[in-house]
């Protein structure tokens, strides 16, 4: 099932000619009623009637989510507070977003898009156990699976035993929550003794928080359901931006509501088709608050050729890294991940550490706090010794830069696992 097949199934030149007219009203519309991207514009000289196809996008400026910070709460709003029905807020309360009523039906088809691609239909019970509150997370599902003519259940989070016991007596035969959520509903049913057949689930839709194929399997064997990641963020509007569809091999993105790019996080240029990046959107039909070349900080990258499923809208890989998670010290890019790795690389097993950067004019160095119990005696201290050296040479030589090696006692690393 499609819910809005002629917009999901779309000729990819009829999408791009529909894209392109879409971004030439939104760049129109921010330049005249938002102060903040006239003055962007007008400084870097960008004459928005001057972009005449997709790739002109590339020479407007990014914005970040400083830039949104800076504007709170309603300096980036492109209507009148009298237009705006709803208003949510990022998890911090930092960044405050609109919605007018067009908004807020718009959100509801793409919600309802995503719902039906996860196998989600006017006959399913929806029990929604995300936050009814600023977050956008459970208004947004819940207008969506109205829209499709479901029956929801708005149970909002928490209270896992009434969940379950709702999840039961209700009959609930598609659960939305965050993947976190889900597995720990899965694993107090298990722990409660109650059979996976005493429920009627048999979807579940998650988003909110990266899905590893570890989880999703976790998930789905403990709740008896096929198992769907979906993508969205506040700043852009909420859930909705993507999801995936049954064959759960990349998240179709609603490419007629979002223009998409993948970009280098450091250089900003557009990394090479298929290859890993930065997701950068601009909302196209956003009235309330548009934005315009929104970095997400998420990683990811898009999937060559078309989904069985009929869809033609292209799909993104799960997102599962940021990429504010790279740190950059000296002009080396730094993964936290690959600083893990490599201490099992280089001793077998990983070690609690944390990794400090000290910046100063053009001498920025780099710091690895490495764990230890307590411990005292010269024997201690001479393998202490040569643990530094073996550390120290190890990670200089993998990461490229000099590393300087401290152990320190495990407690004072402050890490919540250990
Ligand atoms: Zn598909």
């Known amino acids: 099932m499609i819910h ?29 009623h938002v102060p903040f991207y006239r003055k962007r514009f007008d400084e870097m000289r960008i004459d928005p009637d001057e972009v005449r196809c997709l790739e002109d996008l590339a020479r407007l400026p990014v914005t970040t989510r400083e830039d949104l ?61 995300l936050g009814y509150n600023l977050s956008t997370g459970g208004f947004g599902v819940h207008y969506g699976a109205e829209r499709i003519g479901a029956s929801v259940i708005p149970t909002s989070t928490g209270n896992t035993r009434r969940q379950l016991k709702i999840m039961r007596d209700f009959k609930t035969t598609a659960l939305v929550a965050t993947p976190g959520y889900a597995a720990l509903l899965g694993r107090t049913l298990q722990e409660q003794g109650t059979p996976r057949g005493s429920l009627s689930l048999r979807a579940a839709l998650l988003g909110g928080e990266p899905l590893s194929d570890i989880l999703r399997r976790d998930i789905q064997d403990r709740l008896g359901v096929v198992a769907t990641d979906n993508y969205g963020l506040s700043e852009v509007m909420g859930p909705g931006v993507a999801g995936e569809c049954q064959e759960r091999d990349g998240l179709h993105i609603n490419e007629d509501h979002f223009l998409v790019e993948v970009v280098d996080p450091v250089s900003l240029a557009p990394v090479a088709p298929g290859e890993p990046g930065e997701l950068v959107i601009t909302t196209l039909s956003k009235e309330a608050f548009p934005v315009i070349r929104f970095r997400t900080r998420d990683i990811t990258r898009l999937l060559p050729g078309t989904c069985p499923c009929g869809r033609t809208t292209r799909r993104m890989a799960r997102v599962e890294r940021r990429s504010d998670d790279i740190l950059i010290v000296r002009g080396v890019k730094v993964d936290p991940r690959r600083v893990a790795e490599l201490f099992l690389e280089i ?14 004019t053009g001498m ?33 030589s993998e990461l490229g830069l000099t590393v300087a090696v401290r152990l320190v006692e495990k407690g004072s690393l402050n890490l919540a696992f250990s």
Not at 4 to 32: H, K, S, W
């Open 4 to 32: 809005e097949p002629e917009r999901e199934c779309m000729a990819r030149d009829t999408m791009v000619a529909l894209q392109l007219e879409a971004l030439q009203a939104v760049l129109a519309r921010t330049y005249l």
């Open 347 to 360: 001793e077998g097993h990983p070690s609690p550490h944390r990794i400090e950067i000290e910046r100063a």
């Open 69 to 129: 910070q800076a504007n709170y709460p309603y300096g980036l709003f492109a209507v009148p507070l009298r237009e705006v029905v709803r208003i949510h807020a990022s998890t911090c309360m930092s960044v405050v977003v609109g919605y007018t009523r067009n908004d807020i039906k718009t959100w509801s088809d793409l919600l309802a898009r995503v719902l039906v691609a996860g196998g989600v239909g006017k006959d399913d019970v929806v029990q929604i156990a």
């Open 364 to 396: 920025d160095s780099l710091t690895l706090l490495v764990g230890v119990e307590e411990s005292s005696g010269f024997d201690e201290v001479r393998k202490q010794q040569e643990r530094l050296d073996r550390l120290r040479r190890g990670f200089t």
